[in-house]
């Protein structure tokens, strides 16, 4: 099903759990929405969804599980106001064990329905890691966010989920069999004749067949993911994202944009203790700010330049 036009996606994922990926997803919507946007954010972090909590929303009988498992419902019969002008939740799967890990054909359908959600925005809050439904959500998106701890673990996930997705794209867009099985083959083997980086898997490409090897090339192009830096606590901290930038480019040949960080800030473990949006609680705060500058960067495609 074509998108509808003007409907903006964006998902917003994270290589490790607890960097912060709701905390964005929740006040990025409520941006949005401030700016007068209609709003739909989605809480697709199947097993542990709290979107609800962030937004000071009580728990819905009804969530994103039942639409997946009832064809006859349709993604607006679950959203929920969430209080908020212009803002919209559809709430996360209630019944953990049965939707952590949702089929393909759920995911086709949840796919199916975001791009033809009549809003201006539609926000994709995803789970941790990298399974295949995550990366296939995330590739939907016309803007796909990364969130990162500048912590080492974190940094080193946020690379896995990059390397994960540009593979996982490469995948679904090559269609000529043997670069299919040899592009499949890399993903599931580790040797050290494998392509270290982009441009060899290009070379290697190319001699199995030309046109997969220029079509590799344009996914190349096209795939830019955003990235934002969460728990700032010194100016060190902040340039990480710069070096990440620098490392996508030259290991994976990936045109990483760096959006903006978010400082370390009391009024956000506040707000989420109150259950209320940090650009609510806390408008003029740091974090607050940030956040701001982030959805500003985000809507005119701006990326910070080191200084």
Request: net charge positive.
């Amino acid at each position: 099903m074509p998108k509808i036009e003007n409907n903006k996606i964006w998902a917003i994922a994270g290589g490790k759990g607890g960097v912060g990926k709701s905390l964005i997803s929740s006040n990025l919507s409520v941006n949005l929405a401030k700016q007068g946007y209609n709003v739909v954010l989605i809480d697709a972090d199947f097993g542990g969804s709290n979107l609800h909590t962030f937004l000071g929303v009580n728990s819905s009988k009804i969530s994103l599980s039942d639409f997946i498992r009832h064809p006859e419902l349709k993604l607006e019969d679950i959203l929920l106001p969430t209080g908020i002008p212009n803002l919209r939740l559809a709430s996360g799967a209630h019944d953990v064990l049965g939707m952590a890990r949702p089929n393909a054909m759920q995911v086709s359908k949840l796919v199916k329905a975001i791009k033809s959600m009549h809003a201006d925005y539609v926000l994709i809050d995803l789970g941790a890691g990298s399974p295949p439904y995550i990366l296939d959500l995330f590739l939907i998106a016309d803007t796909g966010i990364l969130v990162s701890a500048p912590e080492p673990t974190s940094v080193e996930n946020t690379y896995l989920f990059v390397k994960s997705a540009f593979y996982r794209k490469l995948r679904t867009v090559i269609q000529h069999p043997e670069v299919r099985g040899y592009l499949e083959w890399i993903t599931e083997n580790k040797d050290e004749n494998m392509p270290r980086t982009p441009a060899d898997l290009i070379s290697k490409i190319t001699k199995i067949n030309r046109h997969a090897g220029d079509a590799l090339k344009y996914e190349i192009s096209q795939f830019v993911p955003k990235l934002i830096l969460n728990q700032i606590r010194t100016p060190s901290d902040a340039r990480i994202g710069f070096s990440m930038r620098q490392a996508c480019a030259k290991h994976f040949g990936i045109s990483l944009s760096y959006v903006g960080f978010i400082e370390q800030d009391n009024a956000v473990i506040q707000s989420i203790r109150l259950r209320k949006p940090a650009l609510l609680y806390a408008p003029e705060s740091k974090a607050s700010c940030s956040i701001d500058r982030i959805a500003q960067n985000l809507r005119q495609d701006y990326h910070l330049i080191p200084t």
